[in-house]
C-alpha cells in the first residue's frame, strides 16, 4: 500500500460515546489538486469498503454472537486495504488459504472466532451464521472528512446502491445496508430507514475506528458497539 498512510482518527459523535476500537481502520492520503481545502485536515481520511467490510465482521463475532464471519471482498479492496495485515494486527491467524489472492484465507483468534475471507463477488460482503438464521450485509466505502460536493454526493450514492442491491437479493434472513457513519450518511439513513423496514432492510453506519450505529425507524441511531 505505497503512498497510504494509516491514521487514527475519531468519529464525530453523533449519539452517544465514540467506541474507541481501532486505530487502522482509516487510510489517510493527500488530496488530489481539485479537493485540496476539501477536507477536515489536511489529507482525506478514506474508510475503504474492505475496512467497513472488516468492521462490520468484527461488530457481529463482538456483539451479535457470531463465531465465523464470511467476507468476500473483490481485487480491488484487496488493492485498498490490507486485509491479511489487520487480521493479523489483531490476533487472528491465518491457518489456510483460500483462492489466489495473499489474503484469502481463514484467520483465527485465541478465543476460537473466525474470519474467512474469500475474494469472491456475488456472495455477500459480509455473511455470518447466528443460530438459525442469516445475516447478510452489503458494504460501501467513502471519505469520512470530506467536504468535497463529488464525494459526499457518492457517499450518497454508496447508501442508496446497498439498499438497492439488497432489495434485488432474495433475503435469507437479516439483510443490512452498511456505510460510513458521516453527518450526510446519518441524514439519509434517517429518511430511506422507515421505508427499509418495510422491506426488511436494515441500514448501519460505521465510523472510523469501528463503532457501529444502527438507525431505525423513528429515532436517532442508536450506536451498537
Not at 2 to 18: P, Q, W
Not at 26 to 47: C, F
Not at 82 to 87: Q, T
Request: glycine content about 14%; proline content about 5%.
Amino acid at each position: 500500500m505505497d503512498g497510504y498512510k494509516l491514521m487514527s482518527i475519531a468519529t464525530a459523535d453523533f449519539a452517544g460515546e465514540v467506541g474507541l476500537d481501532f486505530e487502522d481502520l482509516v487510510t489517510a492520503v493527500a488530496p488530489p489538486p481539485n479537493r485540496v481545502g476539501k477536507s477536515d485536515g489536511p489529507d482525506e481520511h478514506h474508510l475503504y469498503e474492505g475496512a467497513v467490510m472488516l468492521a462490520y465482521a468484527m461488530h457481529l463475532l463482538r456483539t451479535q454472537g457470531a463465531r465465523d464471519v464470511r467476507i468476500h471482498p473483490d481485487g480491488e479492496h484487496g488493492k485498498q486495504f490490507d486485509f491479511a495485515g489487520w487480521l493479523s494486527r489483531h490476533d487472528f491467524t491465518k491457518i489456510s488459504g483460500l483462492g489466489s489472492t495473499t489474503y484469502g484465507g481463514v484467520y483465527r483468534n485465541p478465543a476460537g472466532q473466525a474470519v474467512t475471507v474469500h475474494p469472491k463477488s456475488g456472495l455477500g460482503d459480509v455473511v455470518a451464521e447466528v443460530g438459525n438464521h442469516v445475516i447478510s450485509a452489503e458494504c460501501k466505502g467513502g471519505i469520512i472528512n470530506t467536504r468535497h460536493s463529488g464525494q459526499v454526493s457518492r457517499l450518497y450514492r454508496g447508501l442508496c446502491e446497498t439498499v438497492g442491491l439488497l432489495m434485488a437479493t432474495p433475503s435469507q434472513g437479516r439483510q443490512i445496508a452498511v456505510v460510513p457513519l458521516t453527518e450526510s450518511t446519518l441524514r439519509l439513513a434517517e429518511r430511506l430507514a422507515p421505508r427499509c423496514v418495510l422491506a426488511g432492510i436494515e441500514i448501519a453506519l460505521v465510523g472510523g475506528r469501528g463503532e457501529v450505529m444502527d438507525v431505525k425507524p423513528g429515532a436517532t441511531g442508536e450506536q451498537a458497539a
